[in-house]
Every structure is written in C-alpha cells, then in structure tokens.
C-alpha cells in the first residue's frame, strides 16, 4: 500500500514561530505536494515538486517555503507563523508519468496559530 | 484554466436514502481526468475513481456509481442506500496531462447520513 506519512496529526504554534511540517513517502513517486484545506475552499496548493530540490510554486505560495532534499521527504516550512496560516494541511505524492495521476495523501496536519 | 464547482456545500440524508453530489468541470483541454476523493473525519483522502475524457461509459462500484457527461461538463456521484459510514466529505477534481500541478479540487460536499 502506498503510505503518505506526515509528522504531526496537530500543532499548536506561536506567532512568528518558525513551523516546520514533515511529509514521507514510501512509494517513490516523483511529485510531492503542499495543500492547504480551508472550509467552503477546498484544496488549495501551496507548492509541489517534481524531483529532488526542484520545486515550484502553486496558488498560495505566500508564507511559505519548501523543501526536498530527498526524494521522499517533502517538507513545508511557514518562516514567521500567523494567525491566517491556522489551517488544514494536506501533502500528497503521486508517480509523474503523464499528468493526471492519482495523488495519495497522507493524513493531514491540523495547525494552530495563537 | 480549470475549475471545479462542487454547489452543494452540505446534504443530510437518513439512512438508505439515495444522494447524488454533483460536479461541474471547466476546462479548455480535450483530454482530461476527473476524480472523486473521499475525506472521513479521520482526515485522510481516499481515492474513489478517475475517468478520463475519452471514457464516458458510467461506472458502478458496489453502491457508488458515477455518471460522466461531457456535454453538461459534468461528473456525477451517486450513493444508493447510503449508510451511516459514507458521511464523510467528497471531493471532486480534475487534471490534465502534462500539468505536474495535478490536481484542482473542488470546494467539497459534507454529506451526513443520519441513522
């Protein structure tokens, strides 16, 4: 079974903390994502790689950083936290062969910024 | 670029009642993917099925069935004899190859089956 595996189920931070999110994959799929869930919003995506240390951003990208130092690690990074980033987040992998995939998810981080 | 609109933003149904959850697509491609992903409580997105764009034949699995129309750029979902089980929040999305971006989501549908 592919395993989506992310560090944390939930996270309590502090404003301007320095908030590090874990994601491994045991599948060795190429692509690696960051969404962010928000109710009535859906999936949005943060940022994805294609390959080790490439990256690029997606639709909300302000905030945060990416990492992916190995093919199945995946990490998101929020440098200074604020209270907006309290959110759902979601990584997911999938193979890169044509586009159009299935993405496996892991099991989400519920982070808290107070 | 691609949308996905999900209206329903929450259906309550009693027990072994049937629901549909509608999905509505826009794209410019020709050639494209759909998807439905299931979101229970725990967190996690469970894949349920892709089709692609070439493939409207409607698919059952069990008491799932989809209904995949390309003239109303639609992708429908329907549960019959829903159980308590199946609440849970879905999510339509689509794709197109060659895009490493994947997937765009839908807003979801939180269906709640009473018992």
């Known amino acids: 079974d592919v395993k989506v595996t992310q560090s944390s189920r939930y996270l309590v931070k502090r404003t301007g903390e320095k908030v590090f999110l874990e994601c491994v994959q045991d599948m060795d799929h190429e692509n690696m994502f960051w969404y962010r869930q928000d109710p009535g919003l859906g999936l949005r995506l943060i940022y994805f790689?294609?390959?080790?240390?490439?990256?690029e951003k997606g639709d909300i990208p302000e905030g945060y950083s990416v990492s992916r130092e190995k093919k199945e690690r995946f990490s998101l990074i929020l440098e200074s936290a604020s209270t907006n980033q309290t959110s759902m987040y979601l990584c997911?992998?999938?193979?890169?062969?044509?586009?159009?995939?299935?993405?496996?998810f892991g099991q989400g981080t519920r982070l808290t910024v107070v | 670029a691609q949308k996905v609109t999900q209206a329903q933003t929450e259906i309550s149904v009693v027990e072994k009642e049937d629901v549909t959850l509608d999905c509505v697509y826009e794209t410019r491609d020709t050639t494209y993917y759909l998807f439905w992903y299931k979101q229970p409580p725990s967190g996690e997105l469970v894949f349920l099925i892709r089709?692609?764009?070439?493939?409207?034949q409607n698919e059952i699995s069990g008491r799932y069935s989809w209904n995949f129309q390309k003239s109303t750029s639609s992708f429908n979902f329907t549960i019959t004899a829903s159980q308590v089980v199946d609440s849970a929040v879905y999510f339509c999305?689509?794709?197109?190859?060659?895009?490493?971006?994947?997937?765009?989501f839908g807003s979801g549908t939180q269906l709640t089956v009473l018992p």
């Open positions: 997911a992998s999938s193979l890169a062969i044509q586009g159009g995939e299935v993405a496996f």
């Open positions: 790689s294609y390959d080790v240390k490439m990256k």
């Open positions: 999305a689509q794709a197109s190859p060659g895009s490493a971006r994947q997937l765009t």
């Open positions: 089709r692609n764009s070439f493939d409207e």
